[in-house]
């Protein structure tokens, strides 16, 4: 039972991590970051961004995914499979490749199946909404695996929303500010080549906070990944632990399947039970 419940808690966590916004590697040559040098135009800057952003139409991947929760760590292996802009899938993976959660995410909905105790969970993104205190957005949690910059609740960063980011170019890295309806604010930073380095969310009294640290950029594909991403949850500014995820193959542009069948006798659960599940495993 007590492995039951590490389990639980690293799939809960690594869900409300993606929650919060949402809210073979070919070569091992390693990219390094890069500081930044004379200031561009701001449309030139954000231009260059986008051109320079990961490129894929389907990405495969395998990762070992630690958390980092005090008292509860643990590591697993995790298979991601995505289709550009439709839908994604993380499979947990702990030993011999034997899957036992699944989490399915589309542009309207999120589905968990918990092979170990028989039982899904299954809602729409418009339902999740009035439970957490974020919008709810498939590309932006999308944008968080593959390195891109976003704008909160956009599907894409278009030219024509260039004027809603706040852009500091002093220092190494340039910093890119914005906020959405909810009053969530959003802060990234980004190297002298435009590669994203992190993500920081957070609300707007503090309370809660996101980081998203990316490192270790490789060539895959012909073009940088960051094969190690530091995800950091905080609440009331102290640090509640995190999730950190190395990379060891990535794959784009391949066939990939991305199917979530749920068995019949599967028990269905609400996200309010999860959550409810979650605080249990922490006592």
Wanted: charged residues 25%.
């Amino acid at each position: 039972m007590k492995n039951v419940s590490k389990y639980i808690v690293f799939c809960v966590a690594l869900y409300t991590a993606m929650l919060f916004v949402l809210f073979g590697c070919k070569s091992s040559q390693k990219v390094a970051t890069v500081e930044a040098g004379e200031a561009k135009a701001h449309a030139e800057f954000f231009d260059s961004m986008q051109e320079r952003a990961f490129r894929f139409e389907t990405l495969s991947a395998r990762m070992n995914a630690e958390i980092l929760i005090p008292g509860k760590e643990m590591s697993s292996r995790v298979d991601l499979k995505m289709v550009r802009d439709s839908a994604f899938i993380l499979s947990v993976q702990p030993a011999l490749g034997i899957e036992i959660f699944r989490l399915f995410f589309d542009q309207d909905s999120v589905k968990i199946i918990d092979r170990m105790s028989r039982r899904y969970l299954a809602e729409s993104h418009v339902k999740l909404k009035g439970q957490m205190p974020v919008g709810f957005n498939y590309n932006n949690l999308q944008s968080l695996f593959v390195n891109h910059l976003f704008y909160p609740g956009e599907n894409r960063v278009a030219p024509a929303l260039y004027h809603r980011f706040l852009l500091n170019q002093e220092g190494n890295s340039a910093e890119i500010r914005a906020k959405d309806a909810m009053g969530l604010s959003y802060l990234f930073t980004a190297d002298g080549e435009e590669k994203l380095l992190s993500t920081y969310v957070t609300d707007k009294a503090e309370n809660f906070a996101l980081q998203w640290i990316y490192s270790d950029f490789r060539i895959t594909e012909e073009q940088p990944f960051p094969m190690r991403m530091d995800i950091n949850l905080f609440a009331e500014k102290a640090s509640k632990g995190g999730l950190r995820l190395n990379f060891s193959r990535v794959q784009t542009n391949i066939p990939v399947q991305i199917e979530v069948t749920i068995p019949e006798k599967y028990k269905r659960v609400t996200f309010a039970e999860i959550m409810k599940m979650f605080g249990s495993s922490n006592e």
